[in-house]
């Protein structure tokens, strides 16, 4: 990286250790002198913090999942009969979305609109259907500059997004009608996320730029797919195109069209609605300013966050620094900066690469530029943020195993030092916990391995913020899976170790640090 870039583009300068922790300082002197009141009075009274409980005395849908898929091939990825993608990853009350539909051969379809959420244990509630629509094969996108697959697919319809639809995560489920020639009724996904502004406790950001990250539709062409190789930055991304067949650690067939909100991130979704939390839900392209966040009390990271635009990563500082809570109840998180730009038709934050590591001059960072060559980007060291780091293996599985059970997290859960949650690790995690950081407490810690073998240290830390706040770093993947197994939901695992499910001490866990945090 030279002089002349680090000097015009301040924000992918290489930081070191020590002149990361003065920058931090700097960047909470900005941020507490201009951050939006966490709650104004003007917000005060958009507040609604019964929203989600009310929302979940509604009537669940019995039949909200995919039941009929059918791939191009045995091992493929997409579900050509019928797929789409929506315009937009997120939208708020009253705003537009595009939903794109193809279907091969032409048949007719209709579109059942879910909202994902507790439902008295149901999972999903029935919004609206929309349909029948006369089917169209839509064209397949060409091979553009770095491999980028961009559909221009025209819109099968526009939803207006109603003012009492509450944030979640929805689900559209395209299916076939019963009678059309092909017999089969084969069905997929489409996947949005409803955004509000209302002050609330809890902020979930979903996963969507991994999600998109590890999407191989149509067949291979992911960020992972490049012939150049599997770790570079290669290879474009378009969040113009369906979402195929989660296409990693496990098999899924549940997933078509759904991104990796089944499989990582519902579960934890499930169980805050279950128990009547006060929760807001986002993309993470919401996170490239700070304002949302700033009316939330605490900031959740969950399941595989891996991919962040530098944009968020300020805005974390700005949260911290500003008196928010950040929990990352994940693994793999702000590994790669992945800076958004628009789509070829002029939309913002439509496409995304791997640009680069996060670590600063740590020495993960210096290797996987070792390995694949110069990155246009390098991020600070995310060690100083979440408590820990990316490590090299950052994949296998484990326990996660207590280290520290006096500490306040582990209340009521009876747990003492050396327990185990067995299959919690996984199947990546955080290690190597910055030794300068003032405060910084390792409450778990273990081995994580590679199908048995090829031994790496995972570390589970709690940090103070500067104003009362906290940041926790659960250090894995999985640890939803502790919380609830909801309909549409299946187990996953990897490399030769696999989460247990819903276990009562997880649970006692994150109620511990959840009530701490918006108390």
Not at 90 to 107: F, N
Not at 263 to 277: D, M, R, T
Not at 349 to 369: D, M, N, S, T, V
Request: aromatic share 12%.
């Amino acid at each position: 990286m030279n002089e002349s870039r680090e000097r015009s583009d301040p924000s992918h300068r290489i930081v070191s250790r020590r002149n990361f922790l003065k920058e931090s300082s700097l960047v909470a002197g900005s941020a507490l002198a201009s951050a939006i009141p966490v709650v104004g009075q003007e917000q005060r009274a958009l507040a609604d913090p019964k929203l989600i409980d009310r929302e979940n005395r509604l009537a669940g849908a019995r039949d909200w999942q995919l039941t009929r898929v059918r791939l191009d091939h045995r091992n493929g990825f997409r579900s050509p009969r019928i797929e789409g993608f929506c315009s937009r990853q997120s939208v708020e009350a009253g705003d537009s979305l595009d939903l794109m539909v193809s279907t091969d051969p032409e048949e007719p379809f209709v579109i059942e609109i879910f909202r994902t959420g507790y439902y008295g244990g149901r999972g999903a509630r029935l919004m609206k259907t929309l349909g029948p629509f006369k089917g169209r094969k839509q064209a397949m996108p060409p091979i553009g500059a770095k491999n980028l697959r961009e559909c221009r697919w025209e819109p099968t319809t526009t939803i207006r997004i109603p003012e009492d639809w509450p944030s979640g995560v929805y689900l559209g489920r395209l299916s076939l009608v019963p009678d059309s020639v092909s017999k089969g009724a084969w069905q997929s996904y489409v996947i949005f996320i409803v955004r509000d502004e209302r002050p609330a406790d809890i902020l979930f950001q979903c996963s969507d730029n991994t999600w998109q990250a590890y999407n191989r539709w149509p067949d291979n062409y992911s960020v992972y797919t490049h012939p150049k190789g599997n770790q570079g930055p290669w290879a474009d991304v378009s969040f113009d195109r369906p979402y195929g067949k989660y296409a990693q650690i496990y098999e899924n067939p549940q997933s078509v069209g759904s991104g990796e909100w089944l499989c990582f991130e519902f579960p934890f979704a499930y169980w805050l609605e279950k128990h009547g939390y006060d929760v807001s839900y986002c993309s993470n392209s919401d996170m490239i300013t700070p304002e949302r966040a700033l009316r939330c009390k605490t900031f959740l990271s969950v399941g595989h966050d891996e991919y962040w635009d530098i944009r968020q990563y300020e805005t974390a500082l700005k949260l911290r620094e500003s008196g928010v809570n950040l929990m990352f109840f994940s693994g793999n998180s702000v590994c790669w900066v992945s800076p958004f730009r628009k789509s070829s038709s002029g939309v913002e934050k439509r496409i995304l690469f791997r640009g680069g590591p996060y670590g600063g001059e740590y020495q993960w960072a210096e290797l996987r530029e070792r390995l694949n060559g110069p990155f246009p980007h390098r991020g600070p060291d995310e060690g100083y943020l979440i408590g820990a780091r990316n490590v090299e293996p950052v994949n296998g599985g484990g326990d996660w195993i207590v280290d520290q059970p006096d500490h306040w997290m582990f209340q009521d859960t009876d747990l003492k030092k050396g327990d185990r949650i067995p299959g919690l690790i996984g199947w990546e995690y955080h290690g190597d916990p910055p030794s300068d950081m003032t405060g910084l407490e390792i409450v778990a810690k273990g081995t994580a391995l590679q199908g048995g073998d090829n031994p790496q240290q995972w570390a589970a830390t709690i940090y103070p913020g500067p104003q009362g706040n906290f940041v926790f770093n659960a250090s894995t993947i999985f640890w939803c899976q502790g919380l609830s197994h909801p309909p549409g939901h299946m187990l996953p695992w990897s490399h030769w170790s696999r989460p247990h499910g819903p276990d009562e001490r997880v649970q006692q866990m994150t109620h511990n640090l959840l009530r701490r945090s918006i108390q």
